[in-house]
């Protein structure tokens, strides 16, 4: 059986929708693409300027997510599904100096978006340990 005009179109339609998210996702100015993220490690994570930040971003939301001593199924589920396996491997060769120091060369709005996504992904296994604040507390200053 052979497919309908209307068909053909609709799967036409389909395909072009699917091309146009693509090239939106990889393409579209980070400033733009952002301001439609609700999620604060995602946007964070877009609004990154270059590879030295994220992979350092990736080593604080991880460390972020260890921070009480446990890695719940919600802070898994929370952590940037960008940050692949290659980010994870760079980000456990990188010091915690570096990972600092790569950080603080984002600007003021930039840094507050990343005290943002991590209080998000604190509290994202709707606990927050004592622990926790303790460590969020010295990236603040560190970030500072």
């Known amino acids: 059986m052979e497919p309908t005009n209307y ?51 990736t080593r604080l939301v991880i460390e972020a997510a260890k921070a009480d001593g446990k ?12 940050m692949d396996l290659d980010y994870k491997k760079k980000a456990n ?16 709005s930039m840094k507050a978006q990343i005290i943002q996504a991590l209080s998000e992904m604190l509290i994202s296994d709707n606990e927050y340990a004592p622990e926790e604040k303790a460590w969020f507390d010295e990236v603040k200053k560190k970030l500072g």
């Open 7 to 57: 068909e053909l179109l609709l799967m036409f339609s389909a395909f072009i929708l699917v091309v146009v998210l693509f090239v939106w996702r990889r393409y579209a100015p980070s400033g733009v693409r952002s301001k439609l993220i609700t999620n604060h490690v995602k946007k964070a994570w877009v609004l990154l300027s270059n590879e030295d930040q994220k992979v350092a971003f």
């Open 93 to 108: 060769d990188l010091s915690l100096d570096q990972m600092y120091s790569a950080l603080n060369t984002c600007d003021t």
């Open 71 to 82: 890695v719940t199924a919600d802070e898994s589920e929370a952590i940037y599904e960008e």
